[in-house]
């Protein structure tokens, strides 16, 4: 970076000249000269910089960048949703089978109190559903995960958005026009490797397209072809 | 081939969760001879040694996915009639139709039901018995 404007020494002496002939007007004036010539140079210096940094964002805001911002973030956030919406679905599930589980117990041991069975069987029994019991509330308490990973997961969530609203500000600031960033371009025969390597679950709405939505669905697709 | 409950079972899937799930399935249906591997790489080998009348396998699994080893089975001459079971996440039509072309006897799709997989190893079976009728 080049100092086009350099402070004059003679504008120092003339400073220094004035002061001591007690001359605060002329002094006034030199020093405001002195400053104005220095604030040019920090504005100058300060649009050297800000261009730089102009040129290093259009570098570092490349086509996958855009892309990335643009397609995968988003996706990032659907997939997340995703588990946390299957694992409280799972937990839900197990809870209701347990609590259900457990009433079954109760009725059993309401039930054998009232059978012809001696002591020492009555007392098997009832050691047997206390056992069965103590599983059952570990079935329960083991769910408890779900909270946890889910508090965890809706912070990332929160962190992955916030990052998506930082890159966007970024990429608009850069002069990119983020609502102009187009689709990837679909590669067929990428994609059908990736198919034939498994791409899991299909969570997000773009991987749902072609995807059958239930096992009556490939039922249908195989019954077409007799299998 | 008639559905034996004494019939080996090779449980193939890279979650050790879900081959928990399988065999107990499996088990509540009455079979109870049951090998797993973690991967098609590890079960390829196992296979080769033609312990197992039936193999009920993941797609997606990182050395060589439930495809290829599919694939492999129904290259092998000592091998091809193995009643072949794919039970997977990977839901897209392309994926189904080329599972098919391979030769899959039985395709489920995850999440799934006990009584899917009973339905479906019967289906299995059947056809694999209307084929020895020839």
Known sequence: MTCPSQIDIKMVQALLTALEADNQEQATVLLDDLTQLRESELYQRLSVLTNNLHGTLDQLIDNQLLLQTKHDIPEVTERLEYVLSSTEEACDKTLVSTEKAMVLSESISELIQDALLSDTQQAQIQCLLSELNTELTNILLSQSFQDLTGQVLNRVVLTISSLEQSLIQLISESGHDYAAIPDREKDDTIQKSAEMKGIGPNVTQKSKQDSVGSQDDVDDLLGELGI | ?134
């Open chain 2, 1 to 134: 081939m008639q559905m034996n409950r004494d019939m080996n079972i090779l449980v193939v899937d890279d979650f050790s969760t879900m081959r928990r799930i399988v065999k107990n399935l499996l088990k509540e249906l009455g079979f109870h001879k049951f090998d797993e591997a973690d991967d098609g790489a590890t079960a390829w080998p196992m296979v080769q040694t033609g312990k197992y009348d039936f193999i009920v396998s993941d797609w997606n699994m990182p050395d060589m996915t439930g495809l290829d080893l599919l694939k492999h089975v129904r290259a092998d001459a000592n091998l091809q009639n193995t009643p072949f079971l794919l039970i997977t996440a990977e839901a897209k039509r392309s994926q189904i139709l080329e599972a098919a072309q391979a030769g899959v006897d039985g395709y489920i799709v995850k999440p799934f039901t006990a009584a899917t997989l009973n339905g479906k190893i019967h289906k299995i079976f059947e056809r694999v018995a209307e084929r020895e009728k020839g």
